[in-house]
């Protein structure tokens, strides 16, 4: 049973940064194609980055030139380095564990406040 677990969340001010990481148990985390994804009070879940078992990445338009994802496979662990954060960016941030037709785990979740 794969476990994930989030840290890094908080209350920051707007233009602020915080560094979200994501640590999983198991041995497939490095064929695993890792995201993050958050959810806003009253809103849908939606995909913030993803990061493919190799270095190809993807960002929402929103966060983009603001947000970097990165993994280090040594250590099971995946990150999300949040810059310039906007009141928007306000949300409830999980890491999810993916591989199409195998498997799809996720994180129960590390909320991120931003301030104006």
């Known amino acids: 049973q794969v476990q994930l677990v989030e840290s890094g969340g908080g209350l920051v001010q707007a233009g602020g940064s915080l560094r979200l990481s994501c640590a999983a148990s198991g041995s497939i985390f490095s064929v695993a194609g890792m995201a993050w994804y958050r959810q806003a009070p009253g809103k849908q879940r939606e995909l913030v980055a993803r990061i493919r078992s190799g270095v190809s990445t993807f960002y929402a338009d929103a966060v983009k030139g603001r947000f970097t994802i990165s993994r280090d496979n040594a250590k099971n662990t995946v990150y999300l380095q949040m810059n310039s954060l906007k009141p928007e960016d306000t949300a409830v941030y999980h890491c999810?564990?993916?591989?199409?037709?195998?498997?799809?785990?996720w994180g129960q979740g590390t909320q991120v406040t931003v301030s104006s």
């Open positions: 999810n564990m993916y591989k199409s037709g195998d498997f799809d785990y």
